[in-house]
């Protein structure tokens, strides 16, 4: 790697950070917070949410798609390889870098449906699905 841009460690504790104050603070919030969505803007806004629901369940679904097929490349990379090692490592990290994209997409798609039951239990929202 160039000496301009020098490798930063991953820091994975910055994410689970900051999207916990604001889980606590949706779960924490008073039901009274509900009672000011007029009904009529809830219904207005129910195809809105329904679209909303089906692209991000669309958009994780593709990026599962994606990570399996990543992890696959890199597995028939790694076979291929025979016996150069540089090549065995960039289909290892590959491999790696499909199995952290699956994680994410498992953890983005947790947090989207917490934050949805949250909204429906408050009454916010309608069930998006």
Same mark, same amino acid.
Not at 20 to 31: I, M
Not at 33 to 55: E, N, S, Y
């Given at each position: #790697?160039?000496?301009?841009?020098?490798?930063?460690? @991953?820091?994975? $504790?910055? %994410?689970?950070?900051?999207?916990?104050?604001?889980?606590?603070? *949706?779960?924490?919030?008073?039901?009274?917070?509900?009672?000011? %969505?007029?009904?009529?803007?809830?219904?207005?806004?129910?195809?809105? =949410?329904? #679209?909303?629901? =089906?692209?991000? /369940?669309?958009?994780?679904? *593709?990026? !599962?798609?994606?990570? =399996?097929?990543?992890?696959?490349?890199?597995? !028939?990379?790694? #076979?291929?390889?025979?016996?150069?090692?540089?090549? +065995?490592?960039? /289909?290892? $990290? $590959?491999? =790696?870098?499909?199995? #952290?994209?699956?994680?994410?997409?498992?953890? /983005?798609?947790?947090? %989207?449906?917490?934050?949805?039951?949250?909204?429906?239990?408050?009454?916010?929202? +309608?069930?998006? @699905?």
């Amino acid at each position: #790697m160039s000496e301009l841009h020098p490798r930063r460690p @991953f820091r994975p $504790r910055r %994410v689970p950070a900051a999207l916990g104050p604001a889980l606590l603070w *949706l779960a924490a919030a008073s039901p009274v917070l509900a009672a000011g %969505v007029p009904q009529g803007a809830r219904q207005a806004l129910a195809p809105v =949410t329904a #679209m909303i629901g =089906t692209l991000v /369940a669309i958009a994780v679904g *593709l990026g !599962i798609a994606i990570c =399996t097929a990543v992890i696959v490349w890199g597995g !028939i990379e790694k #076979m291929l390889a025979g016996s150069n090692s540089e090549a +065995e490592h960039k /289909a290892q $990290r $590959r491999i =790696t870098n499909g199995i #952290m994209g699956l994680v994410w997409m498992i953890v /983005a798609s947790v947090a %989207v449906s917490v934050i949805a039951a949250i909204a429906v239990a408050y009454g916010l929202i +309608e069930k998006p @699905f």
